[in-house]
């Protein structure tokens, strides 16, 4: 039945049924993730371990707190050039949207202005390359930094139509926890599933299909 629906709810669907599975785990992994925020230097990797957990449940291999710790402790180096683009290039980003958005709106920030709802959409593709770079990261951490940002920023722009779907529903998300209604520590962590759902989905020839490994001689690195 799910293969009928929409490549996106179906994704949103088995990410929902995959984090209620492993609620438990997401759970506690999502709050050591925003403890580990903290101090700064450890947010590359804990980011990294999140979403290694979120992409053990979408492969239904079984996940636990240990799991997320092994990850921490593994991605402590690798993921230090994807934490600084996500760091410098969301503050570039950012500043620059903000800085033209109010350039064009004559200083006034205008929530009927067809330039402020650009600008947060621009934001919203970066936020989604983001995802995915850190969803590929964790599924392929062979691919090496300069693969995992090519392979990101295809999905990014290829499959938009899904992306702006799964981005409302992510941004739903959000607004349930600060109402609250959805408990903040949970809501990153279904993020994370999302993506590894999503590559799943988008990319199986780039991370394997959901129920085996492509073996290594049919797997690629990057899409040309």
């Known amino acids: 039945m799910l293969e009928r629906l929409p490549t996106p709810i179906r994704t949103i669907t088995r990410t929902l049924a995959d984090w209620w ?38 492969r239904h291999e079984g996940s636990s707190v240990r799991e997320f710790f092994a990850a921490f402790r593994a991605a402590l180096l690798p993921s230090i050039p994807l934490g600084l683009l996500a760091l410098l290039g969301t503050a570039f980003v950012g500043f620059d949207l903000y800085y033209y958005m109010m350039t064009l709106n004559g ?21 989604q390359c983001l995802g995915f770079c850190w969803a590929h990261f964790a599924a392929r951490p062979d691919v090496g930094f300069g693969g995992t940002l090519k392979n990101a920023a295809i999905l990014t722009f290829r499959y938009s139509g899904h992306n702006l779907i799964t981005s409302l529903f992510v941004l739903l998300l959000l607004g349930l926890s600060i109402v609250p209604i959805l408990p903040i520590f949970v809501t990153f962590a279904i993020s994370a599933v999302l993506m590894a759902e999503s590559l799943l989905e988008l990319a199986p020839e780039l991370v394997g299909h959901r129920a085996d490994w492509v073996t290594p001689e049919e797997r690629i690195d990057t899409w040309k």
């Open 107 to 127: 200083g006034v920030l205008r929530l009927d202005s067809l330039v402020t709802w650009t600008a947060v959409y621009l934001f919203v593709i970066w936020l």
């Open 21 to 58: 599975s492993e609620v438990y785990v997401l759970s506690l992994a999502n709050f050591f993730w925003l403890l580990l925020l903290i101090p700064i230097v450890t947010a590359p990797a804990a980011t990294a371990a999140l979403f290694t957990v979120g992409w053990q449940t979408a």
